[in-house]
């Protein structure tokens, strides 16, 4: 509920505070008071699109700034919530127009985007007249107003809901055959691929253990022949032959050096013992160095090879055999292609017709709502002069979406035998205006919780027409909260809460105000609206039976 608006510097408005209230609340005023500014200031604040220049003459900046009641479960507050905005009980909404057309808002303190003040206003407020585009003549919000009035929010989100899965079941039937058709481009490559490296069967760890081996015998072909030369000359052809001459020798001539070649012969002992320890280590070096002389060529061949693919294929060589793992299931998952591709059509077959079925479902339930929301709003236009007119709620088949198969577009038609049509090009100003108020009446439920703003809704009307129509406006106010601009004194006797336009002149300026009236400032307006300039007692007299009419209503 909008509880107060206040305007600062605004087209005609210097300074204007206005606190509103639950029910029906009428402004009245000549024409050219400055009624519609008021719309344009609420306009403003709730970040419309409307006039360009709206800071008042001699300003530096205009500013609006508007209070709204929100209740715990209030719609605004998931807006409210995506914008990391908190709000209690009291939502407030400011936003300044400087002189050179730079436009600042903020929400709750907080600063915010017109982007954000929009979406706060479609929860907020609804404005319905004769030049509404956001409301009931915007064909595009008929399908919804529609749902909201036969209560088709579990049939919607069931639809939602299978939309959803047929939306996955595509997009994977879509992901598999690109990987398919991928698979397919490389199957040459793949085959190719696997058979070079089954061919090779790396293991891990074997580059490296080739690259140690090769080390190994290129270092015995290096000092295979030192080994050799070494190992002879230590040999009994070598230095052992020759300690063993001297020992014989030494021996032999022991006894007569009387104990003087002891020494030397138990040091040519250990010499001896010595060069058959350095014989069998440099023997078992050879044996151990000793190699097929084309091991070496076959270690490089396979060493030179491994790494050649691993290079190829850009991965490590210890990598391999898991890369050839991988492009094995490459080939297993192209060789299964055709019955996933099976498996997955099912499934998007299945998703397909869950979501006929659920669309069917939910187009069963507004194509009856639409029959009864037709009959409801054309009995609502019988007391509004409207006998002849009647309202057509047409469904038509629209691209499948979340939202169902069809498009739904409230048509009229004014005449007997007349074809029905849009609303907007169909009906005269008046009867646009009856139409509205007569839709309104029948989608009231959809608007809990949301000001409603009739723009002199019922110009045209006169007479009973208009009382129908204030009768109309003051039960849609009940319980809630509707703000009527109005030129009928049969409307404004309806209000709950009467406010006055006003324009006057002070110092070759001219401002507008509005001013809240009391029982006696009531009679006067109503009867100013009912006479004209002149107000004569019979006047005031009609106007307050047309008050008393009202209250015992």
């Not at 220049?53 to 719609?75: I, K, M, N």
């Not at 030049?131 to 009931?136: K, S």
């Not at 009994?236 to 009387?258: F, I, S």
């Not at 009739?454 to 045209?460: H, K, M, S, V």
């Amino acid at each position: 509920m909008l509880r107060a608006l206040e305007i600062r510097d605004i087209l005609l408005i210097d300074r204007l505070e206005l606190a509103f209230r639950p029910g029906l609340n009428v402004l009245t005023g000549e024409t050219g008071a400055g009624k519609s500014i008021l719309l344009d200031a609420l306009g403003f604040v709730l970040g419309w699109r409307g006039r360009a220049e709206l800071v008042r003459a001699g300003a530096e900046q205009g500013e609006v700034t508007a209070v709204f009641d929100l209740s715990p479960d209030h719609p605004a507050r998931s807006v409210l919530d995506e914008a990391g905005v908190t709000a209690e009980d009291e939502l407030i909404l400011r936003r300044v127009n400087t002189r050179d057309g730079r436009k600042s808002a903020w929400v709750n303190d907080r600063r915010v985007s017109g982007e954000v003040l929009r979406a706060l206003s479609e929860r907020l407020v609804e404005l319905h007249g004769q030049h509404d585009d956001r409301g009931l003549l915007n064909p595009r919000g008929h399908r919804a107003l529609l749902d909201a009035f036969a209560g088709t929010g579990p049939a919607l989100d069931a639809v939602r809901a299978a939309w959803s899965a047929r939306r996955t079941a595509e997009a994977a039937r879509a992901r598999a055959e690109a990987s398919r058709e991928a698979l397919l481009a490389e199957e040459d490559f793949l085959r190719h691929a696997v058979a070079e490296l089954d061919r090779l069967a790396p293991l891990p760890g074997e580059e490296a253990e080739l690259d140690a081996r090769r080390r190994r015998m290129q270092a015995a072909v290096r000092i295979g022949d030192d080994l050799t030369r070494a190992a002879t000359a230590v040999s009994a052809d070598g230095a052992e032959r020759l300690v063993t001459d001297a020992l014989r020798w030494l021996d032999g001539a022991a006894e007569a050096a009387e104990g003087r070649l002891d020494a030397p012969l138990e040091a040519l002992a250990r010499a001896l013992d010595a060069l058959g320890e350095a014989e069998q280590g440099v023997r078992a070096c050879l044996d151990a160095m000793e190699f097929d002389p084309h091991a070496l060529e076959q270690a490089e061949e396979r060493l030179f090879a491994i790494r050649a693919l691993a290079r190829k294929h850009g991965v490590a060589p210890d990598d391999l055999s898991a890369h050839a793992d991988a492009l094995r299931a490459r080939l297993a998952a192209l060789d299964m292609a055709g019955q996933e591709d099976a498996r997955l059509a099912a499934d998007l077959s299945a998703a397909e017709a869950a979501y006929a079925a659920a669309a069917g479902e939910l187009t069963a339930l507004r194509a009856s709502a639409a029959q009864r929301l037709a009959k409801m709003v054309t009995a609502e236009l019988a007391p509004l002069r409207m006998e002849r007119a009647i309202l057509a709620v047409t469904l038509a088949a629209a691209e499948p979406g979340p939202e169902g198969l069809d498009a739904v577009t409230f048509e009229v038609s004014t005449n007997p035998g007349a074809p029905a049509g849009p609303l907007n090009r169909i009906a005269s100003g008046g009867e646009l205006s009856r139409f509205l108020l007569a839709l309104k009446v029948c989608l009231a439920r959809q608007s809990e919780g949301v000001t409603m703003i009739f723009d002199e809704i019922d110009r045209g009307v006169g007479g009973a027409t208009a009382d129908a129509v204030g009768r109309r406006l003051a039960a849609l106010a009940e319980g809630g909260q509707v703000l009527a601009v109005t030129h009928s004194p049969q409307v404004a006797a309806r209000g709950g809460h009467h406010w006055r336009v006003e324009k006057s002149v002070a110092g070759g300026i001219t401002t507008s105000v509005v001013l809240p009236l009391d029982p006696v400032g009531r009679v006067d307006e109503i009867a100013r609206m009912l006479a004209g300039d002149t107000v004569s007692e019979a006047a005031r007299r009609a106007a307050r039976v047309l008050l008393d009419e009202a209250r015992a209503a």
